[in-house]
């Protein structure tokens, strides 16, 4: 009996396809049939099963006999082998019904299959096509090809045969293939959007949960939950992975999954259009009383402004000297520059009673502030840092990073998105932060501090020669305290504040108002240099001290070595190191004056007991 279209089944269990059954098998009218109505063959003698499997792996070539044998009676073959072997390839050739199909060689046997009759030939060229297809954007082909070759799929390969029928390579190569041809399956439909979707969920959380480790799975769930309105369950999808990666394998989701994650978070992609986004306004009020700066202003305002992005924009000098009010100043002005919203955060490098916020704790407040929940904020500083820049990059949001303590501390904060803009304040001008835009701010001028002080005291007899004016060292911080001052005391005029500002044993006593202080804002830089473990540090803060007692207009490192005895490469480190904190200012090459205001505080710092020595203060033992 000769069968019409046959071919064979590889992909589960190992069957014939085409034609009727032969006497013995099922009888015709209850013969299983494939979806097309193709009827199927099973081959029911285990025996028959292993001889059909290693034949088709090997099809088209000789398989010799003493293989055959191998695979049969798993390499221990009775005596009677060889006539038992010609009985069952007998009995294939019945099975076969196709004359010539099965041939006999000089060692062995041939199996001739014909292109497209095995369903592995077929299912090969269906993965190809859909890759093609995918390569190509198709998303369309890519599903109809991928429907195609998973229809084909019937069990485990070869079903699951025993280790001497062999397809060792086979069987794991097509395993994987059909995992990706789901891949490519359900990324297709994500990517054409039917009202379908919500129906892939299922599929997807059963693969999710049979390959808990393969992230595109999960990714897809991800997706598909938050497509059809479902965004806390992707959320908790996405917090579910995140969390076994961590524990099994020690990583973060791949780039893939953040950015579902980032779809998830800014709410885009839904079915009905409606954003999540977090728009942020959090700029502290603007300063009831900003006076002159006007450059800086102006050239802030035009890097932030402009089409090409920048690392940031810092605005750096000594303490008091109105970096932050310059900050919120320009920020304010630029808010319909930035559609998407301001970001504010203090990094606390000079908050008195604080430590400057880590990485992860600016990384994990900024992300929070956008709405992110505080369980799905990657606790690796890399990742959150690769989640920030993802949620800002389509945005034009304005980041103000106050008191900075460095450019490492900045650096894992800055968005790429070329929208965006950041404007940094710090003691320090952050030189390591490549690509900034640096402003350094010095005193007011004595114009712009008069007027300063006209309106924030309502005194309106205050020129620019008043006495005031130069006590106050021109520092905006200290000129907001006099005239806090004054607008308390109405009867307080500001020559009698003049006079005890000038009669006092350190004007920092009389700079000092409620919630405003110069001495506070100092003591947190020298504080901080004192407790670091770093030796430059340390010794700058013993080189304030020196400064302190010797009370000289200006130093270099020869001198003050000479005059200290301490070692000059070190004394030269440390005035640096001040000049770098701004609590003084290299005014020529290797020459340093302290601002006004630091030279009282010097003295104050030179006047107390040194903790490093009890014959005075010398630089510690390298």
């Known amino acids: 009996m000769t069968r019409r279209g046959l071919r064979f089944g590889l992909l589960g ?9 032969t006497p013995g098998q099922s009888p015709p009218g209850h013969a299983p049939r ?26 088209g070539r000789v398989v010799s006999v003493e293989a055959l ?25 019945r099975l076969l019904g196709e004359p010539g199909r099965l041939l006999t060689a000089p060692t062995g046997y041939v199996l001739r299959v014909d292109d497209g009759e095995l369903d592995v030939q077929v299912f090969d060229a269906h993965v190809s096509a859909a890759r093609s297809a995918r390569a190509e954007g198709d998303w ?10 998973l229809g084909l799929w019937r069990g485990m390969p070869l079903g699951g045969p025993a280790p001497e029928v062999g397809g060792y390579a086979l069987v794991p190569r097509l395993e994987e293939a059909r995992l990706l041809l789901h891949e490519w399956r359900y990324d297709a439909e994500l990517a054409l959007g039917d009202e379908s979707l919500a129906d892939l969920v299922p599929e997807l959380s059963a693969l999710a949960a049979e390959h808990p480790l393969r992230e595109a799975y999960h990714r897809q769930l991800m997706l598909a939950l938050h497509r059809t309105g479902r965004q806390a369950e992707a959320l908790v999808v996405h917090r579910d992975l995140r969390a076994r990666l961590a524990d099994e394998l020690g990583v973060e989701p791949g780039q893939p999954v953040r950015e579902a994650h980032v779809e998830v978070l800014r709410g885009s992609g839904t079915r009905d259009g409606a954003s999540r986004w977090v728009r942020p306004a959090q700029l502290p009020p603007a300063p009831a009383h900003f006076v002159g700066r006007a450059d800086v202003r102006e050239g802030v305002a035009r890097v932030l402004s402009g089409a090409d992005a920048t690392g940031a924009v810092v605005l750096s000098g000594t303490a008091g000297v109105g970096k932050t009010a310059l900050a919120l100043q320009v920020a304010h002005n630029l808010e319909e520059r930035f559609s998407g919203g301001q970001l504010y955060l203090n990094l606390r490098a000079t908050e008195p009673g604080a430590k400057p916020l880590t990485t992860a704790e600016a990384l994990a407040s900024l992300l929070r502030d956008l709405g992110v929940c505080s369980g799905d904020v990657p606790e690796h500083p890399d990742a959150a840092s690769a989640l920030l820049r993802s949620l800002l990059a389509p945005s034009r949001t304005l980041l103000v990073l106050d008191d900075a303590v460095s450019a490492a501390q900045v650096r894992p904060l800055l968005p790429a998105g070329p929208g965006c803009g950041v404007l940094v304040t710090s003691r320090s001008p952050l030189t390591a932060l490549d690509g900034a ?8 001028s ?12 309502g005194r ?22 006099v005239a806090a001052r004054l607008a308390a005391r109405r009867a307080l005029t500001p020559d009698a504040l003049a006079a005890r ?6 004007r920092l006593d009389l700079l000092d108002h409620d919630d405003l202080g110069v001495r506070r804002s100092l003591d947190a830089a020298f504080d901080a240099l004192t407790a670091s473990e770093h030796r430059t540090d340390q010794d700058a803060a013993l080189v304030l001290r020196h400064i302190g007692a010797l009370d000289l207009p200006s130093y270099d490192a020869p001198s003050l070595a000479r005059l200290t005895g301490v070692d000059e490469a070190r004394a030269e480190a440390a005035l640096e190191r001040l000049a770098g904190v701004a609590l003084l200012e290299e005014t020529a090459y290797g020459r340093f004056e302290p601002y006004d205001l630091v030279r009282d505080y010097a003295r104050e710092r030179a006047a107390e007991p040194c903790a490093h020595s009890a014959s005075g203060c010398h630089f510690a033992s390298a």
Not at 41 to 46: D, E, L, W, Y
Not at 69 to 93: C, E
Not at 466 to 478: C, E, I, N
């Open 13 to 21: 269990t190992p069957v014939l396809f085409g034609g009727e059954p």
């Open 34 to 59: 494939t979806r097309d109505g193709t009827p199927v063959v099973p081959v029911t003698s285990p025996k028959l099963r292993t001889l059909l499997t290693v034949l088709l792996l090997d099809a």
């Open 69 to 93: 044998k191998d695979a049969l009676w798993g390499g221990a073959p009775p005596v009677s082998a060889l006539p038992s072997l010609h009985n069952h390839v007998a009995r294939l050739r």
């Open 140 to 149: 369309e082909r890519v599903r109809r090809e991928c429907r195609a070759a």
């Open 437 to 444: 835009a640096r402003f350094p701010l010095r005193p007011l």
């Open 446 to 457: 004595d114009e712009e501090s008069a007027a300063l002080l006209r309106a924030a005291s």
């Open 460 to 481: 309106d007899g205050i020129t620019a020669r008043h006495p005031l004016v130069a006590l106050t060292g021109r520092l905006p911080l200290a000129l907001r305290v």
């Open 501 to 506: 500002l000038a009669g006092a044993d350190s």
